[in-house]
């Protein structure tokens, strides 16, 4: 008897377990009716896959301000709507949050900052705007980079207010100065921003529903009201708002457009997230908004071919070098991106490797991700290196030497780094990933004014209409600083966010 009871309290505790785990994702992340139930939605998810997002039937017909994408700028602009006392809603064409912000790596530009006075490092917004502006060849919309620089700083301050800590300080390429944050233990910054966020609009009870398709963005008397949108790709709905935010991403997916914008670029792989698909960007074309630099596509240097997986900029920051099949540098590895990638598509191969050794490693903990898939070859030592990659393993002993005796004197008589040469390389073992160009991020988009409204091919703007993030033009201009799409998102989707709210205050 009780050998059949033992048994039976098993089963139920199972059962109940069970119902518990299926349950978890139908919760509304808004509901008030159990105190446990809140506290789950506050808590951080340990990915954006596991998030529990709105149910369907929590939708209203309208809200003060619809955001279309929940990218970083998209939850940014909610959060500080929210702030502001009004009543935001997010709508998600993807089943998760984040967007192309979920696959940044190298981390987040900002000057001025708190934790740069902390580690000593001296920088200014003024370099930081000539540094940019020299990156894109000059094209930079100059109001919008002006605004950007003088409130990274801040940007920085809030993430840290709302818990999201990015105080360890790398360099990218086209920068003299140590101002790309990262999380604290080094981590890559997407994954790690994205959970922050989400975190902060279940605790401020944002609605965010995922498989929200927006299809047209409504206007009535030459204002913005609303949106159509498809849920789960079939229950179609209007909702009216007073102002709409739109932060769906650039193009970088699309590659019907890339061909058109781009034509050279059409054989390439992307790096990009599969709803970056330009949806924004035409959605606002339709109400007559104007873009610019359509054509300015980065490619990215070092990008894995075969999986088209990004391999960020930090490994080069932390020390990391470029080695052609034949075993040997040949350009400024922190160069500008655009620079780079030529040097690799001028190499015999059209390919590289990304050299670099275990402090590397230890610093840049973005590479764990890269030997989880797959990507990483190791050898106890340069010539082991060598013989995993099939380069000449005198050549690559003899230019491994030479870039520690670099690094050491602090000067590269060959290509003219200076940068990311804190470290040298030499300790064991060692580490290579091949690489080569792929389409990264697309510069140009719709054209906004600081306040991040859209404007007309007149310079007007139109009213209730807003956008931030990637399908913005003009902020980079021909070549985007590694590091400054991060920043970008969080700064004016704060300000994009800010300025809606400001707009529905003034007419309700």
């Not at 040997?328 to 050794?357: C, M, W």
Request: with cysteine; glycine share 12%.
């Amino acid at each position: 008897m009780k050998k059949k009871l033992v048994t039976l309290l098993f089963v139920m505790c199972g059962l109940v377990i069970v119902l518990a785990g299926c349950g978890g994702k139908e919760k509304d992340v808004s509901k008030k009716d159990s105190s446990k139930e809140k506290t789950e939605t506050s808590e951080a998810t340990t990915g954006a896959s596991e998030t529990s997002y709105t149910a369907l039937d929590k939708l209203k017909d309208s809200y003060d301000i619809v955001i279309v994408g929940s990218g970083g700028a998209g939850m940014s602009a909610a959060l500080e709507a929210k702030e502001k006392g009004l009543n935001p809603v997010i709508l998600e064409k993807m089943p998760i949050a984040g967007g192309n912000t979920m696959k940044s790596s190298s981390g987040m530009n900002a000057s001025e900052t708190k934790f740069q006075k902390e580690q000593g490092i001296e920088d200014n917004n003024d370099l930081f705007y000539e540094e940019t502006l020299a990156g894109g060849h000059g094209t930079n919309d100059k109001e919008l980079l002006r605004y950007f620089v003088d409130h990274s700083g801040e940007a920085i301050d809030w993430l840290d207010s709302i818990g999201i800590r990015l105080n360890n300080i790398t360099i990218t390429g086209g920068m003299k100065e140590k101002r790309t944050h990262r999380p604290e233990d080094g981590s890559a910054v997407g994954q790690y921003l994205v959970n922050g966020l989400v975190k902060n609009v279940q605790k401020q009870e944002i609605p965010l529903f995922v498989n929200a398709d927006v299809t047209n963005i409504t206007e009535k008397d030459g204002k913005v009201n609303g949106v159509e949108v498809t849920f789960d790709g079939k229950e179609k709905k209007t909702i009216k708002a007073d102002a709409v935010v739109v932060t769906t991403g650039g193009f970088g997916a699309n590659m019907e457009m890339i061909s058109e914008t781009n034509p050279e670029l059409k054989d390439y792989v992307t790096t990009n997230q599969k709803g970056s698909t330009g949806d924004g960007i035409k959605m606002i074309q339709k109400l007559g908004g104007v873009t610019v630099d359509m054509n300015e596509i980065q490619i990215h240097p070092t990008v894995q071919q075969e999986k088209s997986y990004l391999i960020g900029e930090v490994v080069r920051g932390e020390g990391g070098i470029l080695v052609s099949s034949d075993g040997q540098r040949f350009v400024n590895e922190l160069d500008t991106r655009d620079k780079v990638s030529q040097s690799i598509n001028q190499t015999a191969d059209k390919y590289a490797y990304l050299v670099f050794d275990s402090g590397v490693a230890e610093r840049a903990k973005a590479v764990e991700q890269y030997k989880q898939q797959g990507f990483v070859k190791e050898g106890k030592t340069i010539a082991d290196l060598a013989k995993e990659i099939n380069v000449p393993s005198e050549e690559l002993e003899a230019t491994m030497t030479k870039w520690n005796d670099n690094v050491n004197s602090k000067s590269d008589s060959d290509f003219g780094r200076t940068t990311g040469m804190d470290h040298d390389l030499t300790k064991g073992p060692y580490y290579a990933i091949k690489i080569a160009p792929g389409i990264h991020y697309t510069m140009g988009g719709v054209k906004i004014n600081s306040n991040t409204e859209v404007l007309t091919k007149e310079g007007t703007p139109i009213k209730g209409l807003y956008a931030a993030g990637e399908l913005v033009g003009g902020l980079h201009g021909q070549n985007r600083i590694g590091g400054n799409s991060v920043a970008e998102i969080i700064i004016f989707g704060r300000q994009a966010g800010e300025q809606s709210a400001a707009f529905v205050n003034t007419i309700k």
